[in-house]
């Protein structure tokens, strides 16, 4: 498929998967990238909710655009267009889990046949440091990364049901359909999920609330200080 520019980017973002479709078909590169911004997001999440990496999921949505585009022939309109490219990002996605799962166990048994008489691994698999954020940003960052962490700890089940449903915002029978799971098995399954969600997010910020609104000493000095000295006044006014 060759790709040729057309204009009129802001019109097509209100036009329908279809209308773009039609227009791939025929070449057009604006229609490419309509989709591909439309539908980024959704599938960066889906894919972050199996591998819980963001630069895997990067890969993921990247792999799971080429493959559309280029089988288009494959996608038979039984389904929304966004339905199709979301479950082939959980196969993808599912794919390099499994892919990531192997190579893990054989760098663990590469690990144990390199250890030394002593103990130490001659094997070394250095990892780069978190990028840092703003200082302006910091207390969103760890908002974030707190909100991360708990959904990467649910269990994939419940976080995949979890992602579609109150991220993504699908309905019970899109999650169906995409997880391959009767409806009822969804509804369990988000219940589940938002209540181990709540419970986890209410002990990580348990912390915070207490040094919310802060009564520091100097204010609290002041308290006693005005205290005192209007009961002495109510005193002396009482005695005269």
Request: charge should be positive; proline fraction near 4%.
């Amino acid at each position: 498929m060759r790709l040729a520019k057309r204009s009129g980017l802001g019109a097509a973002q209100s036009t329908s998967d279809d209308a773009l479709l039609a227009r791939v078909q025929h070449g057009d590169e604006r229609a490419v990238r309509t989709l591909i911004t439309r539908y980024n997001q959704q599938l960066f999440r889906v894919a972050r909710g199996i591998l819980r990496n963001d630069s895997e999921a990067e890969d993921i949505v990247q792999e799971t655009y080429l493959r559309a585009f280029t089988r288009l022939e494959d996608f038979r309109h039984e389904s929304a267009f966004s339905t199709w490219l979301t479950h082939i990002a959980l196969n993808q996605a599912s794919n390099r889990l499994r892919k990531n799962r192997r190579r893990k166990a054989q760098l663990s048994q590469l690990a144990e046949e390199t250890r030394t008489p002593s103990g130490a691994t001659l094997v070394v698999f250095p990892t780069s440091p978190p990028p840092t954020s703003p200082e302006a940003q910091a207390v969103r960052h760890e908002i974030q990364k707190i909100l991360e962490t708990a959904v990467d700890n649910l269990r994939t089940p419940l976080r995949m049901v979890f992602i579609l449903r109150d991220i993504e915002g699908m309905s019970t029978n899109e999650t169906a359909e995409l997880l391959s799971i009767r409806p009822e098995t969804v509804k369990t399954r988000l219940y589940r999920a938002r209540q181990w969600m709540r419970s986890t997010l209410e002990r990580s910020f348990a912390p915070c609330f207490q040094d919310m609104l802060p009564f520091e000493d100097e204010q609290c000095l002041g308290m006693a200080d005005r205290v005192i000295i209007t009961l002495a006044q109510r005193l002396s006014n009482a005695k005269n």
